[in-house]
C-alpha cells in the first residue's frame, strides 16, 4: 500500500479500517542467500537498498528484540555532514544527500527537518579549527558558514554569551543539518524492505556462527538455525559479542550513551545546538521538550542505562551553555550502547573470512549515517567491493596505520 494524504482521506472516512501492517511478521526460512545480524538502522537500511539498488531479495534482517530497539530508537536524531577529513566528507554528504530525498524514496513521513546544525566557538583557536574545517565543507561542496558572536546572539539570544570560563565567540552552522524522527527511520525501512520481500525476523537472536572448511554457512538462533550465503554484521553497541561468534576480535569498545528530554516548553530552539566547551548539545521536538545530550559513560558497559555521574555532567555543560536550563525539569532519560572505534570513524569492509561482512564503530555519531551505511553496506554485499565513499573504513586501518581520526584525539573512545 502507497501512503498518500488520498489514501489518509479515504481511510478516514472508512473509520481507519483499512490499514494493513507496515510489514509482515514471517517465520524463518532454511535458508537465505544475505543474513543481516541486527534490525537497527544500519541493517534495515542495508536490507532496503540490497533490494531495492542491487536486485538481492532473499534476505534476513534478524533483531533480537522488537524493531527500533537499539540505538536506531534512542539517539538525540541529528543528523549533519559537518566533517572534516576527505576520508569522511563524502560518505556523510551523501548521508545528507540521501535523507533530503529519503520521505519520497521510501514513502514514509520521517519528519526530516533541515533546521540547521551550530557549533559554537569559545576560543581564537577553536575559531580557526572550526574556520578550516568550514573551508573543508566547501571545497568538498558541503554547506557551511562561520557566524561571528552577534549572528549566534541574534539565533540564540539566550546563551550565556559572557561566561567567564567559556564566552561564546561564534559559531560554525550548517544549514542543511537537522534532526529526523528516529523510529520512523526505522519503520520507514522495514516497511521499504519487507515490501520487496525481505524477511525482518525480530525476538531472533543469535548465539552462534556456524562455519565449514573457514566459511560461514549460517547462524545459531533463538528460532533455530538459519543457513546463508552471506552474512552481514550490523549489530551497533553489541558486536563485539557478534564477531566473537566467528572468532574475531574487534578494535571496538561499548559504552552507554544517555539522552534526556525536558519538560515541554514554548518553542525557543529552532535549530540544533552544541557547546563546544564541553559535551553538550540541544534541540527542541515537536511536542516542545529539550531534547539533549553529552558524553559517553566512561566505563565500558552493555547496558542500556547509565550512570548519575553522567548526568550531573551533561546537566553542569547544559548550564554553562544555557543558563536558563536551571528553572527546566527534566522528564526522563535513557541510554543506548556505543560501538567506539578507536579512531571514532566507522568500519565497512569484509573480513578474513571471506563470506562474513562487517559494519560497526558508529561510536555516538551513526544515526546521521544510516542511509549511507545501508546503501555502502549493501554495496559491498552485494559487490564484493567497497562503494567508492566508505573506502577509507577498512578494518586493517589501525594495523596499517592508517586511522581516520576527526578529532585529534586517538585511539581513546572516552574522548570522542
Ligand atoms: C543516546 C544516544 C544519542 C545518540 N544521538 C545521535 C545523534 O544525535 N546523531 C547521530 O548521528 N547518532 C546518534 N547516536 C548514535 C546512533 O544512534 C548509532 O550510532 C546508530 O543508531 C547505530 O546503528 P543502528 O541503528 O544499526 O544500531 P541499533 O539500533 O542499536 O541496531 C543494532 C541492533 O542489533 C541488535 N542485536 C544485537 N545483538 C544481536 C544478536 N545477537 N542477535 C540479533 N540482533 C542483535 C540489537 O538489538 C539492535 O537492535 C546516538 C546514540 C545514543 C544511544
Not at 577529513?85 to 535523507?99: A, H
Not at 554569551?161 to 550548517?174: K, S, V, W, Y
Not at 551505511?373 to 559487490?383: E, T
Request: charged letters at 20%; aromatic letters at 10%.
Amino acid at each position: 500500500m502507497r501512503y498518500s494524504a488520498l489514501s489518509i482521506f479515504l481511510n478516514g472516512l472508512r473509520g481507519n479500517k483499512g490499514w494493513a501492517p507496515a510489514w509482515r511478521d514471517p517465520a524463518p526460512k532454511p535458508h537465505y542467500d544475505v543474513v543481516i545480524v541486527g534490525g537497527g538502522g544500519h541493517g534495515l537500511a542495508t536490507a532496503y537498498y540490497l533490494a531495492k539498488e542491487f536486485g538481492v531479495t532473499n534476505v534476513a534482517v534478524l533483531e533480537k528484540g522488537y524493531l527500533g530497539s537499539g540505538n536506531i530508537g534512542r539517539n538525540t536524531t541529528i543528523i549533519r555532514s559537518n566533517y572534516l577529513l576527505p576520508g569522511n566528507n563524502p560518505f556523510y554528504e551523501l548521508s545528507m544527500k540521501l535523507w533530503e530525498g529519503l520521505e519520497q524514496d521510501f514513502n514514509f513521513n520521517a519528519m526530516v527537518s533541515q533546521r540547521g546544525v551550530l557549533n559554537l566557538f569559545h576560543s581564537d583557536a577553536q575559531r580557526d579549527a572550526y574556520t578550516r574545517r568550514g573551508n573543508a565543507m566547501r571545497l568538498h561542496g558541503v554547506d557551511a558558514e562561520l557566524l561571528d558572536r552577534e549572528a549566534v546572539r541574534r539565533k540564540l539570544p539566550f546563551l550565556g554569551f559572557d561566561n567567564a570560563r567559556f564566552p561564546i565567540m561564534g559559531g560554525l552552522f550548517q544549514p542543511r543539518g537537522g534532526t529526523v524522527r528516529h523510529d520512523a527511520v526505522a519503520w520507514g525501512y522495514a516497511r521499504g524492505a519487507d515490501s520487496r520481500g525481505v524477511d525482518i525476523i525480530t525476538q531472533c537472536e543469535v548465539t552462534g556462527i556456524r562455519r565449514e572448511n573457514g566459511e560461514v554457512t549460517g547462524v545459531e538462533t533463538s528460532k533455530g538455525f538459519i543457513g546463508c550465503g552471506k552474512l552481514a554484521l550490523a549489530a551497533a553497541g553489541n558486536s563485539t559479542v557478534v564477531a566473537d561468534m566467528a572468532g574475531l576480535r574487534l578494535p571496538i569498545e561499548s559504552h552507554v550513551l544517555q539522552a534526556f528530554v525536558s519538560e515541554g516548553l514554548k518553542p525557543f530552539i529552532d535549530t540544533v545546538v552544541t557547546f563546544g566547551a564541553g559535551h553538550f548539545y540541544a534541540s527542541q521536538s515537536d511536542k516542545g521538550g529539550l531534547v539533549f545530550g553529552g558524553d559517553i559513560d566512561g566505563y565500558n558497559s552493555y547496558a542500556q542505562r547509565g550512570n548519575l555521574a553522567c548526568v550531573e555532567h551533561v546537566a553542569e555543560a547544559g548550564l554553562a551553555l544555557i543558563p536558563s536550563l536551571s528553572r527546566v525539569r527534566y522528564l526522563r532519560s535513557w541510554g543506548g550502547v556505543m560501538d567506539m572505534s578507536m579512531d571514532g570513524s566507522p568500519i565497512i569492509d569484509r573480513t578474513h573470512i571471506d563470506n562474513l561482512y562487517l559494519n560497526t564503530g558508529w561510536c555516538y555519531g551513526g544515526f546521521k549515517a544510516t542511509p549511507a551505511s545501508g546503501f555502502c553496506y549493501a554495496h559491498l554485499i552485494a559487490r564484493d567491493t567497497p562503494h567508492q565513499t566508505a573506502r577509507a573504513f577498512r578494518l586493517d586501518r589501525f594495523a596499517r596505520g592508517y586511522p581516520i581520526d576527526e578529532k585529534g584525539v586517538g585511539a581513546q573512545p572516552n574522548l570522542h
